[in-house]
Nanobody
């Protein structure tokens, strides 16, 4: 059974930093891309960042580029999202997901992803 468990969310002030983690279990190997998405109340789920299986190729939404950094540790089956200079508009539930069909080219499309975590709340106060 595949399971993704996010952690690291919380309530912070604008300008602060947080690091989210997502631990994956039940998967064979690590040859798959992983991504982070977020969803604010009343909004659709939106792409945040993704990384290929080697951690060489990363892609970001324009809204987070230069502030957020995605990384992964395949030995720990874990993907991270370092979030710096947080803004109130970053407030959302953050989800990690796996894309088992893509190893080298991470996708921005949520429909490409197979398994999802339960999400972790990030709230940024002004």
């Amino acid at each position: 059974q595949v399971q993704l468990v996010e952690s690291g969310g919380g309530l912070v002030q604008a300008g602060d930093s947080l690091r989210l983690s997502c631990a994956a279990s039940g998967l064979t190997g690590s040859t798959y891309a992983m991504g982070w998405f977020r969803q604010a109340p009343g909004n659709e789920r939106e792409f945040v960042a993704a990384i290929n299986w080697r951690g060489i190729t990363t892609v970001y939404a324009d809204s987070v580029k230069g502030r957020f950094a995605i990384s992964r540790d395949n030995a720990k089956n874990t993907v991270y999202l370092q979030m710096n200079s947080l803004k109130p508009e970053d407030t959302a539930v953050y989800y990690c997901a796996t894309d088992l069909s893509a190893a080298w080219v991470p996708s921005r499309s949520h429909s490409q992803y197979d398994y999802w975590g339960q999400g972790t709340q990030v709230t940024v106060s002004s």
